[in-house]
T-cell receptor
Framework: AQSVTQLGSHVSVSEGALVLLRCNYSSSVPPYLFWYVQYPNQGLQLLLK??????LVKGINGFEAEFKKSETSFHLTKPSAHMSDAAEYFCAVSEAGGKLIFGQGTELSVKP | GAVVSQHPSRVICKSGTSVKIECRSLDFQATTMFWYRQFPKQSLMLMATSNEGSKATYEQGVEKDKFLINHASLTLSTLTVTSAHPEDSSFYICSAIRGQGLSGANVLTFGAGSRLTVL
């Protein structure tokens, strides 16, 4: 079975600082990986996804993630944090049939 | 772009009553929809896969008689929480796949969620 582990349930950065949210996956087949963002009391919005091809994936709002098969990782980064980035972030792996298995989530706080 | 609408966004009900939550794909047809449940400060747990015109597939540990799912059309799936109890209070989120392909590469579009509070 596939699974996702997000290291750190809460990450705090200063505005303008680098954002790094960690995600490791377990999969017996080539994975499809996703990062979603959730604002309070809202659904999930897709930030970016990796299916095949280029391992560095660029998403919306300046976020990007790199698929590293050797490390089974798909960490999310953004060079410079903005106050509006404060939210909950979920890494997910897709199983057959299209359903997503989510990590535990990481709450990002951005300090002024 | 693909839009999924959930209704109601918030609902409060008395213990023992039933509550229906609707999930609609507004600008595309969705053969498959998924229902997730999210407790405060926790991740999303898949409850069931809803397939148009057939019975839903429930995840292990989810009571199918308590969480009734109906997917009668290509744009609507409903989740009914029957005989609700306080422990059913949660944030319920639906998602839909655009088109008929079920490749893992498909992107799910999520609704805004429905917060259920059972008194």
């Amino acid at each position: 079975a596939q699974s996702v582990t997000q290291l750190g349930s809460h990450v705090s950065v200063s505005e303008g600082a680098l954002v790094l949210l960690r995600c490791n996956y377990s999969s017996s087949v080539p994975p499809y990986l996703f990062w979603y963002v959730q604002y309070p009391n809202q659904g999930l919005q897709l930030l970016l996804k990796y299916t095949t091809g280029a391992t560095l994936v660029k998403g919306i709002n300046g976020f990007e993630a790199e698929f590293k098969k050797s490390e089974t990782s798909f960490h999310l980064t953004k060079p410079s944090a903005h106050m509006s980035d404060a939210a909950e972030y979920f890494c997910a792996v897709s199983e057959a049939g299209g359903k997503l298995i989510f990590g535990q989530g990481t709450e990002l706080s951005v300090k002024p | 772009g693909a839009v999924v609408s959930q209704h109601p966004s918030r609902v409060i009900c008395k213990s023992g009553t039933s509550v229906k939550i609707e999930c609609r794909s507004l600008d595309f047809q969705a053969t498959t929809m998924f229902w997730y449940r999210q407790f405060p400060k926790q991740s999303l747990m898949l409850m069931a896969t809803s397939n148009e015109g057939s019975k839903a597939t429930y995840e292990q540990g989810v009571e199918k008689d308590k969480f009734l799912i109906n997917h009668a059309s290509l744009t609507l799936s409903t989740l009914t929480v029957t005989s609700a109890h306080p422990e059913d209070s949660s944030f319920y989120i639906c998602s839909a796949i655009r088109g008929q392909g079920l490749s893992g590469a498909n992107v799910l579009t999520f609704g805004a969620g429905s917060r259920l509070t059972v008194l």
